[in-house]
C-alpha cells in the first residue's frame, strides 16, 4: 500500500476519530473542573484558584486542537467539509489557529509550574507561605504567564501567510498520485477556488536559518523544556520527601487523631505530584520528537515518513495531557468526587471537612470546637 494512503487513514483514525473524542470529552471535563474546584471550598483558595486557571488553559488548548489537527486532517484527508470552506476559507482559520494553539500550550507548561512552585512554598517553605501564597500574587502569576505565552508565541502570526492569486499566475507541479498525498500534509498547500487558488505559504522569515536556530530551538528547548522541567523536578522532588516524612512522623506518633484524620493538604499535594508526572510523560514524545529532527538536520538524514507518524503521535499526547486531569481528580481526588455526584444531582452526598494540615513533614491538628467541648463535658 502507498505510503501516502497508509498515512492518510492512519491521521484520520489517531487525529479525527481519536484525538477528536478526546478534545470533546476533554473540554467536559475541564469545565467540570471550574465548576467543582469552585464549590470545594475546603481547599486552599489559591490552590482551588490555580488549578482552575489550569483548566481553562486546558480547555483553550482542547479547542484549539480541534482547528489544528482534526479539521486540518479532514481538510487534508477527507472531502467531508464543503469545498468552498475547505478550499477557500480554511486556509485563513490555519494561519492564526497554529498561534493560538502554541500560546495555551505555553501557558499550560508555565501554570504547571506555577502550581509547583506555589505547592511547594506552602509544604516546604510554611513560613514564606503567608507572603507569597497570596491571592495578589496568584493572580500576578498567572496574569504573567499569560503575557509571556502571548509574546514569546507571537513570531508564530508572521511564519504563514496567504495568498490568493489568479489561476494563470500559479502552475501545478507535476507530481505522482503518492507525491500528492503526500504534499497535502506539508506547510505548504494549494487549493483552487473559481478560478482563484489560495496558498498558504510560509514566510521568509521561517526559512531564515537564524531564527530556527535561536527562535525554533534555543528559546524553544530554554523557555518550554530546560528551565519548566528543573523547576518542576526540584520542587517534586522536595514535596516528595515532605509526603515521607510526614508519613513516618504520623507512624511514630500515638496520637488517634494524627493517624486516622483525614489529610486534604497531604492529598492535594499527592494529586500535584501525579498531575506532573503525567504532564512530563506526555510531553516528552513531543520533546524528543524535536531534538531528533534538530540533530537530522545538522548530523544525518531522516525519514519523512518517520516525523510524518511520529508527529501525530505526539499531538495525540499533548491532548491526553489536556484532558485528563479530570480523571486524576476523580480517582485520587475524595473531596473532588463527593463535589462532583452533588454537582450532577446525586443528593445525600456530604463533602468532607478536614480537620488535619500538612506543613513540611508536621501533622497540625485542628480540632473542631464542638468537638473540644464534649471532651470537656466528659471530663
Known amino acids: 500500500m502507498a505510503l501516502g494512503s497508509t498515512f492518510g487513514q492512519y491521521s484520520i483514525a489517531i487525529l479525527v476519530y481519536v484525538l477528536g473524542t478526546l478534545c470533546v470529552l476533554g473540554i ?15 481547599m486552599h483558595r489559591t490552590t482551588g484558584f490555580l488549578l482552575q486557571m489550569l483548566a481553562v488553559a486546558d480547555a483553550v488548548y482542547l479547542v484549539v486542537s480541534i482547528f489544528v489537527n482534526t479539521l486540518k486532517c479532514v481538510v487534508d484527508s477527507t472531502d467531508w467539509l464543503p469545498s468552498v470552506v475547505s478550499r477557500y476559507y480554511w486556509p485563513y482559520v490555519e494561519v492564526y489557529a497554529w498561534p493560538m494553539a502554541g500560546i495555551a500550550h505555553t501557558a499550560t507548561v508555565w501554570l504547571v509550574v506555577v502550581i509547583t512552585v ?77 478560478g482563484q487558488r489560495v496558498v498558504v505559504k510560509k514566510t521568509a522569515m521561517t ?49 488517634s487523631a494524627a493517624s486516622g484524620g483525614g489529610n486534604n493538604e497531604k492529598q492535594d499535594t499527592w494529586i500535584l505530584v501525579v498531575v506532573v508526572v503525567v504532564f512530563v510523560i506526555c510531553h516528552l514524545p513531543d520533546l524528543i520528537l524535536r531534538v531528533v529532527v534538530t540533530m537530522a538536520g545538522l548530523l544525518f538524514t531522516l525519514s519523512v515518513s518517520i516525523v510524518l507518524y ?70
Open 28 to 42: 467536559a471535563g475541564n469545565l467540570l473542573n471550574i465548576i467543582v474546584l469552585g464549590r470545594d471550598h475546603t
Open 118 to 194: 506555589h505547592r511547594y512554598v506552602a509544604i516546604c517553605r510554611p513560613l514564606h507561605a503567608a507572603q507569597y501564597n497570596t491571592m495578589s500574587h496568584v493572580r500576578k502569576a498567572v496574569a504573567a504567564v499569560w503575557i509571556f505565552a502571548v509574546v514569546y508565541n507571537l513570531p508564530l502570526f508572521f511564519e504563514r501567510e496567504v495568498l490568493v492569486r489568479n489561476v494563470t499566475d500559479i502552475r501545478m507541479p507535476n507530481m505522482t498520485r503518492t507525491n500528492e498525498s503526500l504534499m497535502r500534509q506539508s506547510l505548504s498547500e494549494i487549493f483552487v477556488v473559481v
Open 207 to 255: 526559512n531564515n536559518s537564524v531564527y530556527f536556530i535561536v527562535y525554533k530551538t534555543c528559546l524553544f528547548f530554554v523557555s518550554r523544556f530546560l528551565i519548566p522541567f528543573a523547576a518542576l523536578a526540584f520542587c517534586n522532588h522536595r514535596l516528595i520527601r515532605a509526603i515521607r516524612a510526614s508519613d513516618e512522623i504520623r507512624e511514630h506518633s500515638s496520637s
Open 310 to 379: 511520529s508527529n501525530v503521535a505526539a499531538n495525540m499526547m499533548l491532548t491526553v495531557n489536556s484532558s485528563i486531569n479530570f480523571i486524576i481528580y476523580c480517582f485520587m481526588g475524595r473531596r473532588f468526587r463527593a463535589i462532583l455526584l452533588k454537582t450532577i444531582g446525586c443528593h445525600g452526598v456530604q463533602t468532607p471537612t478536614p480537620n488535619v494540615q500538612f506543613r513540611h513533614g508536621q501533622v497540625l491538628l485542628n480540632v473542631d470546637r464542638n468537638q473540644s467541648n464534649e471532651r470537656r463535658q466528659t471530663v
